[in-house]
Structures are given as C-alpha cells and as structure tokens.
C-alpha cells in the first residue's frame, strides 16, 4: 500500500465545529510535518513531532511512531481554516513522503 | 524572517521544450527542494540538494534536472515538456540538519503553475 495514507481525502465543516485528520503509515516513521495549503497554493508548516502531541492554538497533532499514525484536530472551526492538509514523514533523513492531503471547506 | 520566491508564478510552453524555474531563499538554508504536485496527489520529490553544487534524486527525477548555482538559489529544468501537462512545482528549503527537529522543517515557496500546450 502507500507509504503514507491519508484521510479523509475531503471534509465539510461548520463554524465552530471540531474534527480530525489522520494519517496511517505503512511504515516506522521518525518524524511527521502537517502543513495547510491556502487558497493562493503556499504551504505553511502548522506541526513538526518527532513524538508525542502538540497544540498551537486550535490545533493538536499527535504523532504515535509505534502505532504508525498522526492525527491533526482541529477545534472550533473557523473560515480561514479552509484549504488542503497535508501530512508528511521522514524515515530516510531529508526525502519527506507526502499524504494525499485532505481537503476543507468550512462554511458559516 | 526569510521568503522564497519561485519564478515565474505561470510558466505555458510547447511540447518538447526545454523549460527552467527558479527558487531564491533568503533563510540563509542549507537544503533545498523542488516537489511536483499533480491535482488530487500529495508531493512528489523530484531533486533535492543538501549544500551549494549538491544534487541529489528524488522519486520523480526521470525527465527533469536541477542546479544549486550558490546556497540561496535552486534551480529546475524540465527537459523536454510533455503535452497537455499540467502541474505547480514548489520550491522549498530546510535548514537541514536533519536530526535536529527544528532544523528539518520546511518552508515553501508559492510554486510555478505550468502548462503545456
């Protein structure tokens, strides 16, 4: 299967909803990126784990090497929280594998 | 703070040309990227260089080539553009040290949206 797998591939929220995203990799990874894609196509770097969970603001990603997962939650929905998410990990020093990425909209 | 620019932001060529983006960063990074993202697919790595005249392949690497001229600038050459292809190419850097967690985050450019004709 594909190295990093991600889902869902799509994702419709209200304001102020809270919802998650997850990645399954098929194998041990050593670190995990989540990066939000905006509407003019920049990627911006939310997350960098090599283990454990982080929060920054709205957000909490937890990444589990072990188990083979990360996870992206968001909480209370906002509109500039529309765009694709992406999660990458590293396994082999400097080539990042990329997630299919999950598309939201969040709507008023 | 830094930024990286790609240029052009839209790039249209004919089937067969040769065709060459460019990537400016001003992190002061050792490590650059060029990624291909094709519509409904996450990032493929085409080239990636870890220091000045560095190269090295990435999964995508058939059919493009890549220059580190100096440490702020990374170039990519499509060598001969497939028709009716479509794609943004984006630019990225680190600071490379991978390893260091802080050190192998990356930051992205806006990316070339190109068309072939």
């Known amino acids: 299967g594909m190295p990093v797998e991600q889902n869902p591939p799509a994702l419709s929220l209200y304001e102020g909803a809270d919802s998650g995203l997850r990645c399954n990799f098929s194998t041990t990874m050593k670190s995990v990126q989540w990066f939000q894609q905006n509407h003019r196509g920049r990627l911006i770097t939310l997350f960098y784990?090599?283990?454990g969970t982080k929060e920054n603001g709205r957000l909490k990603s937890t990444f589990n090497s072990k188990e083979r997962y990360s996870t992206l939650h968001i909480k209370d929905a906002q509109l500039e929280d529309s765009g694709t998410y992406f999660c990458?990990?590293?396994?082999?020093?400097?080539?990042?594998?990329f997630g299919t990425g999950t598309s939201l909209l969040v709507d008023p | 703070g830094g930024i990286i620019t790609q240029t052009p932001k839209f790039l249209i060529g004919q089937e067969g040309q040769k065709l060459t983006l460019k990537c400016q960063q001003n992190?002061?990074?050792?490590?650059m990227y060029w990624y291909r993202q094709d519509s409904g697919k996450g990032l493929r790595l085409i080239y990636y260089s870890i220091t000045e005249n560095d190269l090295q392949k990435g999964d995508l690497s058939e059919g493009y080539d890549a220059s580190r001229e100096k440490k702020s600038s990374f170039s990519l050459t499509v060598t001969s553009a497939q028709k009716n292809e479509m794609a943004v190419f984006l630019c990225a850097s680190s600071m490379g040290d991978w390893g260091t967690p802080s050190a192998e985050t990356l930051y992205f450019g806006s990316g070339t949206r190109l068309t072939v004709l």
């Open positions: 992190f002061n990074h050792d490590t």
């Open positions: 990458a990990a590293e396994n082999m020093g400097y080539k990042l594998t």
């Open positions: 784990l090599a283990q």
